[in-house]
Nanobody
Framework: VQLQASGGGLVQPRGSLRLSCKASGFALDYYSVAWFRQAPGKKRDWIVCSRKNDEKDYRNPVRGRFAVFRDNAKSTVYLQMSALKPEDTAVYFC?????????????????WGQGTLVTVSS
C-alpha cells in the first residue's frame, strides 16, 4: 500500500507542470486526496484537495492557477499547475485521508507519497 508522487522538475515562470499521485494496493475511490507543499526553509502546507465525491478545495495562493482532478480507474490524482511563479518552488506531496473532508492538518492524513520537487526558475 503506497502513494507515489511524480512529475516534478524545472519549469520557467508562467509555465505549466502536471504532477501525478498514483496509489498502489488500494482504491482511491474511498479516500480524499490532498496535495501539500514544502518550500525551502518553510513548513509543509496544505494547498488543494479532492474529496471522495470529487468536490475540490484550494488554498488562496494557488486558486485559479492549480487544478486537481482524479482518475479513479487509474488510481491516480493529478495536480495541474499553470502560471507558475518562483514562489511555487517546493517539494510537493500527496496524501490520503479517510475523511470526506478537506482538512489542513497533516495528522488527519494516513498515507503520504514521497514528494516530488518542483523548481520554478528562469
Amino acid at each position: 500500500v503506497q502513494l507515489q508522487a511524480s512529475g516534478g522538475g524545472l519549469v520557467q515562470p508562467r509555465g505549466s507542470l502536471r504532477l501525478s499521485c498514483k496509489a498502489s494496493g488500494f482504491a482511491l475511490d474511498y479516500y480524499s486526496v490532498a496535495w501539500f507543499r514544502q518550500a525551502p526553509g518553510k513548513k509543509r502546507d496544505w494547498i488543494v484537495c479532492s474529496r471522495k465525491n470529487d468536490e475540490k478545495d484550494y488554498r488562496n495562493p494557488v486558486r485559479g492557477r492549480f487544478a486537481v482532478f482524479r482518475d479513479n480507474a487509474k488510481s491516480t490524482v493529478y495536480l495541474q499547475m499553470s502560471a507558475l511563479k518562483p514562489e511555487d518552488t517546493a517539494v510537493y506531496f500527496c496524501a490520503t485521508s479517510t475523511l470526506d473532508l478537506c482538512v489542513v492538518e497533516e495528522e488527519m492524513y494516513n498515507l503520504w507519497g514521497q514528494g516530488t520537487l518542483v523548481t520554478v526558475s528562469s
